[in-house]
């Protein structure tokens, strides 16, 4: 397997379990509970799109916006990992993470016909551990195979948001809330393996020392 590829299913993996469209389900479905089915299509639609805008943009955009300020990729991932490490923590004990969003922003939810974009897709989804995760992954992007593999990443999102939104009161009632907290818990797991790994990795470029011995 080429590198390329191996760094591409590993985002893949990482920004599946950071956006963990399950977890957003019952948000998603106190949200909805007075639309119809077509108005929840129009809302996973939105959703949809700006989730995949928002790692579009993280992916193209973010080393550009880091540079600006004058902050370096290495302390950058070390500051994203610890971010994502809070949040697989929470997602462990199937606590819901007020770093993506809190019970004051719920209470202060904006059109309900723009709750596709807010709070759902930003920041509930595609929130900070999402766009830390991309600006990352973009710093390794030296080939046109790393290119093709984000441009897959941000389709496949795409298309799993897409899809458990749409779908989101059979698969509620299928799963249930045991189920859900089941599946938030294993990928609490993935992340938080994730974050250890990028800690780990900005670390040793931090400081060339721990490089050397750890290699």
Not at 23 to 36: D, K, Q
Not at 57 to 67: F, P
Not at 154 to 177: D, E, F
Request: hydrophobic content about 50%.
């Amino acid at each position: 397997m080429s590198q390329a590829l191996s760094d591409s299913i590993n985002y893949l993996v990482t920004i599946i379990s950071i956006l963990n469209p399950l977890g957003a389900l019952p948000l998603f479905l106190i949200l909805t509970r007075n639309h119809s089915n077509q108005a929840i299509k129009v809302i996973s639609n939105s959703c949809t799109i700006a989730v995949m805008i928002t790692i579009a943009l993280s992916l193209a955009m973010g080393q550009k916006v880091l540079a600006f300020f004058g902050i370096g990729i290495p302390s950058f991932t070390v500051g994203g990992g610890i971010l994502i490490f809070g949040m697989a923590m929470g997602m462990v004990r199937a606590q819901a993470s007020d770093i993506k969003i809190n019970r004051e922003e719920i209470a202060e939810l904006a059109d309900p016909s723009e709750i596709g974009i807010v709070p759902l897709a930003i920041p509930m989804l595609s929130g900070p551990g999402t766009i830390s995760s991309s600006i990352i992954y973009s710093k390794g992007m030296t080939s046109s195979t790393h290119w093709l593999g984000a441009v897959a990443v941000v389709l496949v999102c795409g298309l799993v948001v897409k899809i458990v939104l749409t779908y989101a009161r059979p698969i509620g009632n299928k799963i249930g809330k045991i189920g859900l907290n089941v599946m938030t818990r294993i990928m609490g797991i993935i992340l938080l393996a994730s974050s250890i790994e990028m800690i780990t990795k900005g670390l040793k470029e931090i400081l060339p020392i721990l490089k050397a011995s750890l290699n």
